[in-house]
């Protein structure tokens, strides 16, 4: 399975479309316009089909991370945050 595949399989679970899929790369800082975007979700055989490299597809799991689950606290919030709730 290719990182295309991965990437298609991903944006059809998640109901992703290409707008979504920029803001979600720019949440990581990784910009992309839509027609490089579509260039991965193109059949292998058409002229302007492109691989997804590992880079690419790193950067949109990050942000995918990011857009479900938020940002990540910094490390002397969640712990401030874990005290609270003990001392409850």
Do not use: W
Not at 26 to 36: A, I, P, Q, T, W
Not at 46 to 74: A, V
Request: hydrophobic share 35%; with cysteine; aromatic share 6%.
């Amino acid at each position: 399975m290719t990182n295309n595949d991965i990437f298609k399989k991903l944006r059809v679970a998640h109901k992703l479309r290409d707008d979504d899929i920029v803001n979600i790369m720019k949440l990581v800082d990784f910009r992309m316009s839509k027609s490089e975007l579509n260039a991965f979700f193109r059949r292998e055989d058409h002229p302007k089909y492109m691989e997804c490299g590992d880079q690419i597809l790193r950067n949109f799991l990050n942000g995918l991370i990011i857009h479900l689950r938020g940002p990540m606290p910094k490390k002397g919030e969640q712990q401030n945050k874990a005290k609270k709730k003990s001392n409850n």
